[in-house]
């Protein structure tokens, strides 16, 4: 009976990160769109939340990969997945509210490298596999986008730089209709699945799959893709003003530059087995594409806010997640700690937007 | 952490790769609009050849940045 109410706890904190994923990264694929007016804010929302959700269904082989290389697999219990997913959630939230873009994936890495440190000490933590697919990848991402955009942009501007600036501006907000698209799809296939792994993970712990077949059931499927499109829907407005009008304000061309150059990077990536963050590079060729016309047309005091928080993702989750599980362990090993640290945290969040939302301070699309 | 855990040969490919795709895909759509927008100009001017010579680099352009989406598209569906 308790293992049960911890898997139910564990598969609704699962969808929760979901949801924070979703409308945390929204920006990623809309913010440029939005704010050089290729699409309204709610088209653009609608179609990345569609394509979110077409894209969970597309492919199944990275829920399988969560964690793996990074966590030793031996630590990985539903205690430790549960305060993983909390320090992820609480820094998606955090960031989110600053309006920075951060990786949500290095934030569930982040809450489950704590979660399993707090758990069973420094040997459940593979040191090499956080290098390589965490650390390296965090900083390369950012520079070879903002390089890319760089020279794209430039290139392109002796390109169109003598033609009729109308037609021009219309093509490139076609083009990132396109590019938008890809970003999109490319993200609900890898950020949803990291959930529906997650969620499969405890399933098999629970006992109700096996390990030996890795297999996703339909139900965490639909329910993943949901969430993520949901989220995606709700749009994280701080952080889409963020990318698309704090960091640079953006013509047609530097925001196609941005995001096409930045889709091509991130499948180029993809198809070499290399996953990089679409934060990364959507804010890295944002921040390109307006430093190669002009150094001071970036506002570098956003982007180094941007910067740090990209630096503390990883051990700023990990100490909520640390915390998360030291809380809810104390209540023993039954389903009383995670219970009483998701009834805090959902208390907490409550408070905390119940008061945003009296004082009407919530941003949306129209805001 | 140690630097041997970097796998250095990967990561230069990735950089090239990632930096030829980048570049390609906007090199390839802004000559997609240089040619469409003077294929129009010469058309409306009457200058059939020059319009001709445009449409066909439109077409080129327009034929790799489609072919770069549609590849971009089987690495998303293929992964």
């Given amino acids: ?367 | 952490m140690t630097a041997a855990a970097i796998d250095w040969g990967q990561l230069f490919e990735l950089v090239w790769a990632g930096a030829l795709a980048g570049v390609s895909v906007s090199v390839a759509f802004a000559t997609l609009i240089l040619g469409a927008t003077r294929a129009t100009d010469h058309r409306r001017g009457d200058r059939p050849r020059q319009a001709s010579a445009y449409f066909v680099l439109a077409a080129v352009a327009a034929f790799a940045f489609a072919g770069s989406v549609v590849f971009g598209v089987w690495v998303i569906v293929s992964k």
């Fill in chain 1, 1 to 367: 009976m308790s293992s049960d109410v911890v898997l139910v706890i564990v598969v609704a904190t699962a969808l929760a990160f979901d949801f924070t994923n979703g409308f945390h990264d929204t920006a990623n694929a809309i913010a440029t769109s939005v704010s050089t007016r290729a699409m309204s804010p709610r088209f653009a929302v609608l179609l990345s939340a569609v394509l979110n959700f077409a894209g969970a269904f597309i492919s199944l082989q990275v829920a399988a990969t969560v964690g793996s290389g990074i966590v030793e697999s031996d630590a990985v219990t539903t205690t430790v997945v549960f305060a993983g997913l909390i320090g992820a959630i609480a820094w998606n939230l955090a960031t989110w509210y600053f309006g920075l873009p951060s990786s949500s994936s290095h934030a569930l890495i982040g809450g489950l490298v704590g979660s399993a440190f707090a758990a069973s000490g420094a040997s459940a933590i593979q040191a090499d596999g956080l290098v390589e697919k965490v650390i390296v990848p965090g900083v390369v991402a950012p520079i070879l986008a903002f390089t890319v955009a760089g020279i794209a942009i430039l290139i392109a501007y002796r390109i169109v730089g003598r033609v009729r600036p109308g037609p021009v501006n219309r093509a490139y907000r076609l083009g990132q209709l396109v590019s938008g698209s890809m970003f999109s799809l490319a993200h609900g296939t890898n950020d949803a699945q990291k959930t529906m792994g997650i969620i499969t993970l405890a399933l098999i712990a629970h006992g109700d799959l096996s390990s030996s077949n890795f297999h996703v059931p339909t139900w965490v499927i639909v329910s993943s893709a949901a969430a993520i499109a949901l989220g995606t829907y709700t749009g994280g407005w701080r952080i889409i003003r963020t990318v698309g009008t704090r960091i640079i304000k953006m013509d047609p061309a530097q925001g196609f530059s941005a995001q096409g150059s930045g889709a091509a990077v991130i499948l180029a990536a993809s198809h070499l087995g290399y996953p990089l963050s679409t934060t990364h590079v959507i804010s890295g060729g944002v921040m390109g594409a307006g430093a190669a016309t002009r150094l001071s047309a970036v506002r570098w005091g956003v982007a180094g806010n941007i910067a740090i928080a990209w630096v503390l993702t990883l051990p700023g989750a990990a100490l909520i997640g640390a915390v998360a599980y030291g809380v809810s362990s104390i209540f023993g090993s039954g389903a009383l700690g995670p219970l009483v640290v998701s009834i805090s945290v959902l208390g907490v969040v409550l408070a905390f937007f119940g008061r945003r939302v009296a004082r009407g301070q919530v941003l949306t699309a129209d805001a």
